[in-house]
C-alpha cells in the first residue's frame, strides 16, 4: 500500500479591489447577475459571469422552482447558456459570487459538486484550463487557474 496525496493552490485576494481590472468587471457582472437570480426558496442569490475567447461574456444566475430538484445553479446556467450559443468557442474565466437574504456571507463561497462536474466537461472537451474566481457577498476571493485543481479525480470522457 502506498499513498497518494493531493493538493491544490489557490491564489487569495483581499477584496475585489485587489483584482486586476478586468478580473474585477466580471467580478462586477457576476454580481449584476447575482442580483437578478430567481431565488424564492433559499433567498440565496448566485450569480456567474463567463468570459469567452471571443469576448463575449455570459452571464447565470440560480432558477430556483417550487419543485425544488427542479431548480438549476447559476454555474450550470452559465455554462450551457454559453456552450448552446457559441458550441466552438472556448471557455477562459469565469466569476461567481452570491448573496444571502438571511446573512452577510464574507468568505468565499464554491461552486457545487454538480457544477464542478459540468464545469470539468467542457474543460476536458477543449483542452485548456477554465479560471475560475469565487467569493461570498464581500470579503476575500479566490481564484484557481483551472476548474481541474477543484475537482481532482474527475471522471471524463476518457474511461468511456
Ligand atoms: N446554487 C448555485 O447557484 N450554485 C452553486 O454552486 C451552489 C448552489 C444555488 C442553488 C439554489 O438555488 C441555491 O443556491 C441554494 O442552494
Redesign the pocket.
Known sequence: MKELTIQTKLAVYESIDELQKDDKSLMIQAKVACDK?Y?P??K???G?ALLLENGEIILG????NAAYPS???????AIWKAHSDFPDVKMVKMA?T?KSEKQVIKSP????G???QSIAEYEVKQKSPIVIFFMGEEGEIYKTKSLANLLPLVFDKEVL
Open positions: 437570480a431565488a426558496y433559499s440565496f442569490k448566485v456567474a444566475n440560480n432558477q430556483e431548480g438549476m445553479c447559476a454555474e450550470r446556467v461567481l452570491i463561497v464554491p461552486p457545487c454538480a457544477c464542478r
